[in-house]
Nanobody, 118 residues
Framework: VQLQASGGGLVQSGGSLRLSCAAS????????MGWYRQAPGKQRELVAL???????NYADSVKGRFTISRDNAKNTMYLQMNSLKPEDTAVYYC?????????????WGQGTLVTVSS
């Protein structure tokens, strides 16, 4: 399984960006996809998760501003980020956790840098 994240860039505070994560390879229909981020000098943290059924979960810091979605037919996940703040600056990573025969696996994509200027 390979994950390719894209869509990062430089944006002013209050602006918007849309990240995409394209997954290649087969990993079964029972899975959870997610976005994580890591700011300089900080640990990687969860941003948002979405199951194959469409159930979502968000970090408190992004609730109401970010929206995670997925297109199962295209094996692609998205993160729409609105009202961006300088503290959203980080490298954003996509992740997929498939469950196969009762076992959970985990795959990471390369990061995409989001920089929000004040």
């Amino acid at each position: 399984v390979q994950l390719q994240a894209s869509g990062g860039g430089l944006v002013q505070s209050g602006g918007s960006l849309r990240l995409s994560c394209a997954a290649s390879g087969t990993f079964g229909s029972d899975n959870v996809m997610g976005w994580y981020r890591q700011a300089p000098g900080k640990q990687r943290e969860l941003v948002a998760l979405i199951t194959n059924y469409g159930t979502t979960n968000y970090a408190d810091s992004v609730k109401g501003r970010f929206t995670i979605s997925r297109d199962n037919a295209k094996n692609t996940m998205y993160l729409q980020m609105n009202s961006l703040k300088p503290e959203d600056t980080a490298v954003y990573y996509c992740n997929v956790q498939p469950r196969v025969s009762g076992r959970w696996f985990e795959y990471w994509g390369q990061g995409t840098l989001v920089t929000v200027s004040s």
